[in-house]
T-cell receptor, first 114, second 111 residues
Framework: NAGVTQTPKFQVLKTGQSMTLQCAQDMNHNSMYWYRQDPGMGLRLIYYSASEGTTDKGEVPNGYNVSRLNKREFSLRLESAAPSQTSVYFC?????????????FGEGSRLTVL | DQQVKQNSPSLSVQEGRISILNCDYTNSMFDYFLWYKKYPAEGPTFLISISSIKDKNEDGRFTVFLNKSAKHLSLHIVPSQPGDSAVYFCAARGVWGKLQFGAGTQVVVTP
């Protein structure tokens, strides 16, 4: 019963390096999201994908790109990492048919940019 | 511009007593409000929700109250248990079903 799976769980980068965070869900959800969590800021939406083939910017998209590879997978890419991108990243998915629209989250990926 | 605010970063409560977590919002178009619970090194998990057309929703030890005129909601946990020690996030659903989250409240339940 995997739910939402994120990889890697931990990563240390140097400024200017690139990396991709991977996310996969096995709940057949249409919508997927990437959030970042920072102290005192809560969870902020980076990008989301309402359905396969579509992606849209959230509150804090600068410095990130995303790819909705198929219905299951949604990746987040940092092209040139900056220290301000040090954060914990969460992938989430939702079934838009559920009236409350609740999100199901992965366990998170802790990224440190030196 | 944060539209969902949790002004108390932390709350300490004795086991068996009531925990009250507060959340304020500014956007009157939010149609659902949700509470999530988060343990360290885990992702947030859904706890309870309430529709904007209701003023109370109860699920076991957890009750959420909504005061639309004040744009305020609260989560009551009765009785509080050690396993309730976690960070609690308030969230509100807006346009296109996107959730906006508050900053979270760290709850510590002491014996």
């Amino acid at each position: 019963n995997a739910g939402v799976t994120q990889t890697p769980k931990f990563q240390v980068l140097k400024t200017g390096q690139s990396m991709t965070l991977q996310c996969a869900q096995d709940m057949n959800h249409n919508s997927m999201y990437w959030y970042r969590q920072d102290p005192g800021m809560g969870l902020r939406l980076i990008y989301y994908s309402a359905s396969e083939g579509t992606t849209d910017k959230g509150e804090v998209p600068n410095g990130y790109n995303v790819s909705r590879l198929n219905k299951r997978e949604f990746s987040l890419r940092l092209e040139s990492a900056a220290p301000s991108q040090t954060s914990v990243y969460f992938c989430a998915s939702s079934d838009q048919g559920r009236i409350t629209g609740e999100l199901f989250f992965g366990e998170g990926s802790r990224l440190t940019v030196l | 511009d944060q539209q969902v605010k949790q002004n108390s970063p932390s709350l300490s409560v004795q086991e068996g007593r009531i925990s009250i977590l507060n959340c304020d919002y500014t956007n009157s178009m939010f149609d659902y409000f949700l509470w999530y619970k988060k343990y360290p090194a885990e992702g947030p998990t859904f706890l309870i929700s309430i529709s904007s057309i209701k003023d109370k929703n109860e699920d076991g030890r957890f009750t959420v109250f909504l005061n639309k005129s004040a744009k305020h909601l609260s989560l009551h946990i009765v009785p509080s248990q050690p396993g309730d020690s976690a960070v609690y996030f308030c969230a509100a659903r807006g346009v296109w079903g996107k959730l906006q989250f508050g900053a979270g409240t760290q709850v510590v339940v002491t014996p």
